[in-house]
């Protein structure tokens, strides 16, 4: 057994260090990353990585430590942002409703055990109250992020997120048609979608001519041949088959 313990500790230790090299060389080409964020041209989440990974090799670990600076971002700096046009997916959908009771419940949850444990187990009070203040960050930076970043349509590029759960950038070359009412495998599709009431399909359906990774939270990646929308303005559709059409024309001039 004390082999065993010896053996956790030693590969906690491990990790933490390096977590802590990341750590260091991310601070190492801040002021490098920096610069290129401030020229950047697309949403904020698709730029932090494009940039990071100019100076840095792309891994889990870096990409958690981004995930935490998205957070921390729309958190505390968010709130003063004006939204950018563009087309949203969230407004006809009970996003707003289910996160504020996400946060109502995540509070009374934090000082129910709070009380209950703190005379008992402070130690596990205490952990306990710091998980439930960053899920309350995170639905609050999720919410900002959001709002702040709709669907547009830059650099022959679509770029799609939902909130900090999910994002993907399509670019023209590879959207091969939009679909309504048709039925695809899960494996191979992510849908881009806020709860409703009940089941309801997405409006529409892009098919992909090549398979592309679907980004998710903490690095974790997808790699799909269909995206599944459900947006506000029905016009979204519309704006994507134009994209098809213009880049289908290119071609055949070329």
Same mark, same amino acid.
């Given at each position: 057994?004390?082999?065993?313990?010896?053996? =956790?500790? &030693?590969? !906690?230790? *491990?990790?933490?260090?390096?977590? +802590?090299?990341?750590?260091?060389?991310?601070?190492? $080409?801040?002021?490098?990353?920096?610069?290129?964020?401030?020229?950047?041209?697309?949403?904020?989440?698709?730029?932090?990585?494009?940039?990071?990974?100019?100076?840095?090799?792309?891994?889990?670990?870096?990409?958690?430590?981004?995930?935490?600076?998205?957070?921390?971002?729309?958190?505390?700096?968010?709130?003063?942002?004006?939204?950018?046009?563009?087309?949203?997916?969230?407004?006809?959908?009970?996003?707003?409703?289910?996160?504020?009771?996400?946060?109502? =419940?995540? &509070?009374? !949850?934090? *000082?129910?055990?709070?009380?209950? +444990?703190?005379?008992?187990?402070?130690?596990?009070? $205490?952990?306990?109250?710091?998980?439930?203040?960053?899920?309350?960050?995170?639905?609050?930076?999720?919410?900002?992020?959001?709002?702040?970043?709709?669907?547009?349509?830059?650099?022959?590029?679509?770029?799609?997120?939902?909130?900090?759960?999910?994002?993907?950038?399509?670019?023209?070359?590879?959207?091969?048609?939009?679909?309504?009412?048709?039925?695809?495998?899960?494996?191979?599709?992510?849908?881009?979608?806020?709860?409703?009431?009940?089941?309801?399909?997405?409006?529409?359906?892009?098919?992909?001519?090549?398979?592309?990774?679907?980004?998710?939270?903490?690095?974790?990646?997808?790699?799909?041949?269909?995206?599944?929308?459900?947006?506000?303005?029905?016009?979204?559709?519309?704006?994507?088959?134009?994209?098809?059409?213009?880049?289908?024309?290119?071609?055949?001039?070329?």
């Amino acid at each position: 057994f004390q082999h065993i313990t010896t053996a =956790a500790l &030693v590969a !906690e230790g *491990v990790l933490i260090l390096i977590e +802590l090299s990341i750590v260091a060389y991310a601070l190492y $080409y801040a002021p490098a990353i920096y610069r290129k964020l401030k020229e950047r041209i697309v949403p904020l989440p698709f730029a932090l990585i494009e940039a990071t990974n100019t100076y840095m090799k792309e891994n889990v670990l870096l990409h958690a430590l981004l995930q935490e600076v998205l957070v921390m971002y729309y958190a505390l700096l968010g709130w003063r942002k004006k939204a950018p046009s563009g087309y949203t997916l969230y407004k006809q959908s009970m996003y707003v409703p289910v996160m504020i009771m996400i946060l109502h =419940a995540v &509070v009374l !949850e934090a *000082v129910a055990f709070h009380w209950l +444990l703190h005379d008992w187990m402070p130690i596990v009070a $205490y952990i306990l109250l710091a998980l439930h203040i960053y899920s309350i960050i995170f639905v609050l930076a999720d919410m900002q992020a959001m709002r702040l970043n709709p669907t547009v349509y830059m650099n022959n590029t679509w770029y799609v997120s939902f909130g900090l759960l999910k994002r993907i950038d399509i670019h023209r070359d590879n959207m091969k048609a939009i679909h309504e009412g048709i039925t695809v495998d899960k494996e191979d599709i992510v849908y881009f979608e806020a709860p409703t009431f009940g089941e309801e399909a997405p409006h529409f359906i892009v098919e992909l001519h090549e398979r592309q990774p679907v980004q998710f939270m903490m690095g974790m990646k997808k790699t799909v041949r269909y995206i599944g929308i459900q947006a506000d303005d029905a016009s979204l559709k519309e704006a994507m088959e134009q994209t098809i059409q213009r880049g289908n024309m290119e071609c055949q001039k070329n």
